[in-house]
């Protein structure tokens, strides 16, 4: 919808320039509201539960066989992951279900060349614990970095503009150092379903004006964001194996759902994935807007690719909106045979993730 967009893309601005001059006291409700929200919030707690296990530890090489068939062996990509329980892989029972491993031995799988794993992400992690992670990635070298972040900071109530500054900063630093970076954006909390409104209808509002705003701050920091969204939510009511035991986070098939969304723009960051010549005239998928303009429209739309488009003189003001080839997993164990799917649309028995891809979105 036009209005909202453009209401999102006026908020994630102020955000986002509050977050770049430091600005402070910007707030996205009502003092009113909060009492509210709190009792709201511990009832939504209750229903998800809390899971006792820890992410499994996936970090090492990934696609190794490559090494032995090259004449010329190239040292491993270096992939580092970093972020919340999402990039942590909370709710998996294996290493390699994570969505670091599956994003690793993808871009091995396209890159026909060995990655190395570094994952930072840490369950409960927000945009202020970013900094840390990255003392422990860059000492690796990454060439890329994937970051996950954002449910927490609306969960916890962080400042909106400070942790779009600290994710912002995060960006800069990585590219700084030669890194690539790919920033999956704050998921829309309003799809889990023990959330009930108002707490829901709420919990959607911020978490979209937050993933507009992230958007705004990575893309003139120098990286590009993947819209996550709804990306999950759709798929709950129809197939619940899509999350793990407390109804929140994703299970393995959840996370593939979302790294395999992920994988192109990686792939894409580093030159691995087919770029077509920039034709003269808009293409279908494809939109250059204003960069908030832009993150407001991704928000909004599961899987949508924000990146910078260079104007002389305007520096990072556009962008290009772009919705890639969804990466299909045929089964488990299926990294090694990794092919592109089109986003198919929904229809009766078709109950596939790209279907749903940007499903329920209001």
């Known amino acids: 919808m036009p209005g909202a967009h453009d209401s999102r893309a006026r908020v994630a601005r102020r955000i986002a320039t509050a977050a770049a001059y430091g600005?402070?006291?910007?707030?996205?409700?009502?003092?009113?509201?909060?009492?509210?929200?709190?009792?709201?919030?511990?009832?939504?707690?209750?229903?998800?539960?809390?899971?006792?296990?820890?992410?499994?530890?996936?970090?090492?090489?990934?696609?190794?066989?490559?090494?032995?068939?090259?004449?010329a062996p190239q040292p491993p990509l270096v992939l580092a992951v970093l972020g919340d329980s999402t990039g942590a892989g909370l709710g998996v029972a294996r290493g390699r279900e994570t969505p670091g491993a599956l994003l690793?031995?993808?871009?091995?799988?396209?890159?026909?060349?060995?990655?190395?794993?570094?994952?930072?992400?840490?369950?409960?992690?927000r945009s202020a614990d970013l900094s840390g992670q990255l003392e422990q990635v860059l000492q690796h070298h990454p060439d890329v970095a994937v970051i996950m972040v954002g449910a927490n900071d609306v969960t916890r109530h962080s400042p909106a503009q400070l942790a779009v500054r600290q994710l912002g900063e995060a960006v800069a630093a990585l590219r700084a150092n030669g890194c690539e970076v790919v920033v999956g954006t704050c998921p829309d909390l309003g799809t889990i379903k023990p959330v009930r409104p108002p707490l829901r209808w709420v919990a959607r509002r911020l978490?979209?004006?937050?993933?507009?705003?992230?958007?705004?701050?990575?893309?003139?920091?120098?990286?590009?964001?993947?819209?996550?969204?709804?990306?999950?939510?759709?798929?709950?009511?129809?197939?619940?194996?899509?999350?793990?035991?407390?109804?929140?986070?994703?299970?393995?098939?959840?996370?593939?759902?979302?790294?395999?969304?992920?994988?192109?723009?990686?792939?894409?960051?580093?030159?691995?994935?087919?770029?077509?010549e920039r034709p003269t005239a808009p293409v279908p998928g494809e939109t250059v807007l204003p960069v908030a303009v832009a993150a407001a429209a991704a928000a909004g739309r599961a899987g949508t690719e924000v990146a910078a488009v260079e104007t002389e003189g305007a520096g990072h003001r556009w962008a290009?909106?772009?919705?890639?080839?969804?990466?299909?997993?045929?089964?488990s164990g299926a990294a090694a045979h990794l092919h592109p799917v089109q986003d198919d649309p929904p229809g009766p028995g078709n109950t596939s993730a790209s279907s749903h891809a940007g499903a329920g979105d209001a």
Not at 43 to 55: E, M, R, Y
């Open 104 to 125: 690793a031995a993808g871009l091995a799988s396209v890159a026909e060349r060995p990655v190395r794993l570094v994952n930072a992400a840490r369950s409960g992690g």
């Open 320 to 331: 290009l909106l772009r919705r890639r080839l969804r990466i299909g997993l045929p089964g």
């Open 207 to 276: 978490s979209r004006q937050l993933a507009a705003a992230q958007t705004i701050a990575v893309v003139e920091a120098g990286g590009r964001t993947v819209s996550l969204g709804s990306l999950l939510g759709p798929e709950f009511a129809a197939r619940p194996e899509m999350f793990a035991a407390d109804r929140y986070h994703p299970s393995a098939q959840g996370y593939a759902t979302a790294a395999m969304t992920l994988l192109p723009s990686v792939c894409a960051v580093l030159g691995l994935w087919p770029e077509e």
């Open 23 to 71: 600005g402070g006291g910007l707030g996205l409700l009502g003092v009113g509201v909060v009492g509210l929200l709190l009792t709201e919030s511990k009832l939504a707690i209750q229903a998800i539960g809390v899971l006792g296990t820890l992410p499994p530890k996936a970090d090492g090489v990934y696609g190794e066989a490559f090494a032995d068939r090259s004449a």
